[in-house]
């Protein structure tokens, strides 16, 4: 299980559209984003990280499967 909330946790980050911002390279802007969400995760907001992942995040997995999952996992 742990395998399989990581795996969708690396998909998360990687499928997330970033707008990039005027003269900012692809790379900063990725690292922008996952630092953001994963502050979101950090926190406990698991309800938001969901709201905010990548559409084809939201589409493998429920909300509610979203933080069942990673509550399980971080506890």
Do not use: I
């Not at 909330?5 to 692809?26: D, K, M, W, Y």
């Not at 926190?43 to 069942?68: D, I, M, R």
């Amino acid at each position: 299980m742990k395998k399989s909330v990581l795996a969708v946790l690396a998909f998360a980050l990687c499928a997330a559209a970033v707008p990039l911002g005027a003269g900012e390279v692809p790379e900063t802007a990725a690292e922008r984003a996952a630092a953001s969400w994963l502050a979101l995760v950090d926190a406990g907001k698991y309800a938001e990280s969901w709201t905010g992942a990548a559409e084809a995040f939201k589409a493998a997995l429920s909300q509610a499967q979203w933080v069942a999952a990673v509550d399980k996992a971080r506890a």
